[in-house]
């Protein structure tokens, strides 16, 4: 599974993927969404109007050079529409064959209810790692779901490639963008040392297998191929226990 979407990049991330993907596309699954884009001034675009989940849709598939997404997403609820509105429009071209599985991104319970009015959504995306398990707030729907689990890393704190003193160049968001700069994470990273001094643990190997333990899937973002080799490296058993003072900690971290 490679997961990408229009924001990731301006679009750079669909371009490059399907450079990568070049004739082995069929060995892959696909996962994009709708709802998110950047506007030319880099502020962020967010709505679920139909017509523009449609033309995003489009414009993905010309960008990734396929006839097809193995899933598609509505990236993030949208409270000036009625997430049946994208569903029903989405719901036709996955007819036409551009789409094979329609899921839901970072998603909510009063929309996840609307949204099996039109179709069986079967698979859902939101952040989960130590310290945040977006799925909490869907545990009163009783049905089951393929869960992918985004963030796994929290942005590189988890893995130790951000530190405190970390600096980050200008096209990197995490330079400029608001939602990073009022995260606290320089508090994340302190807490961060102080449990993996504590525990005398890889807190890397440990958020990597408190994911793989309680999602289906687990999306992992990389910057480089020492990144990959890393993460394809890892030597831990998902049978071994996880230590749950440790995970009592994370969760109660605020």
Same mark, same amino acid.
């Given at each position: 599974?490679?997961?990408?979407?229009?924001?990731?990049?301006?679009?750079?991330?669909?371009?490059?993927?399907?450079?990568?993907?070049?004739?082995?596309?069929?060995?892959?699954?696909?996962?994009?969404?709708?709802?998110?884009?950047?506007?030319?001034?880099?502020?962020?675009?967010?709505?679920?109007?139909?017509?523009?989940?449609?033309?995003?849709?489009?414009?993905?598939?010309?960008?990734?050079?396929?006839?097809?997404?193995?899933?598609?997403?509505?990236?993030?609820?949208?409270?000036?529409?009625?997430?049946?509105?994208?569903?029903?429009?989405?719901?036709?071209?996955?007819?036409?064959?551009?789409?094979?599985?329609?899921?839901?991104?970072?998603?909510?319970?009063? %929309?996840?209810?609307?949204?099996?009015?039109?179709?069986?959504?079967?698979? +859902?995306?939101? !952040? $989960?790692?130590? @310290? &945040?398990?977006?799925?909490?707030?869907?545990?009163?729907?009783?049905?089951?779901?393929?869960?992918?689990?985004?963030?796994?890393?929290?942005?590189?704190?988890?893995?130790?490639?951000?530190?405190?003193?970390?600096?980050?160049?200008?096209?990197?968001?995490?330079?400029?963008?608001?939602?990073?700069?009022?995260?606290?994470?320089?508090?994340?990273?302190?807490?961060?040392?102080?449990?993996?001094?504590?525990?005398?643990?890889?807190?890397?190997?440990?958020?990597?297998?408190?994911?793989?333990?309680?999602?289906?899937?687990?999306?992992?973002?990389?910057?480089?191929?020492?990144?990959?080799?890393?993460?394809? %490296?890892?030597?831990?058993?998902?049978?071994?226990?996880?230590?749950?003072? +440790?995970?009592? !900690? $994370?969760?109660? @971290? &605020?």
């Amino acid at each position: 599974h490679i997961d990408t979407a229009p924001i990731y990049g301006f679009g750079e991330s669909e371009k490059v993927i399907a450079k990568a993907l070049k004739g082995i596309r069929e060995k892959v699954k696909i996962i994009n969404k709708s709802g998110v884009s950047w506007h030319s001034t880099k502020r962020v675009n967010m709505s679920n109007d139909p017509v523009l989940t449609i033309d995003m849709l489009n414009q993905s598939l010309k960008r990734m050079d396929t006839e097809y997404f193995d899933i598609y997403m509505i990236h993030w609820p949208d409270q000036k529409v009625d997430i049946r509105y994208p569903l029903e429009a989405l719901l036709k071209e996955q007819e036409k064959g551009k789409i094979i599985n329609i899921g839901l991104c970072n998603t909510n319970s009063s %929309d996840l209810l609307k949204a099996q009015e039109i179709l069986p959504i079967t698979i +859902l995306q939101s !952040e $989960f790692n130590l @310290f &945040n398990n977006g799925f909490l707030g869907l545990s009163n729907i009783q049905k089951k779901f393929t869960t992918m689990g985004w963030g796994t890393f929290d942005k590189g704190i988890l893995a130790g490639t951000v530190k405190e003193k970390t600096t980050f160049t200008s096209e990197d968001a995490r330079s400029w963008a608001p939602w990073w700069k009022k995260s606290n994470w320089k508090k994340r990273v302190r807490f961060c040392e102080r449990q993996k001094n504590k525990y005398k643990i890889d807190l890397k190997h440990t958020a990597l297998a408190y994911s793989l333990k309680h999602c289906d899937k687990t999306l992992i973002g990389m910057k480089s191929q020492k990144h990959i080799d890393e993460i394809c %490296d890892f030597k831990f058993s998902l049978n071994n226990p996880i230590n749950e003072d +440790l995970i009592d !900690e $994370f969760q109660s @971290f &605020n």
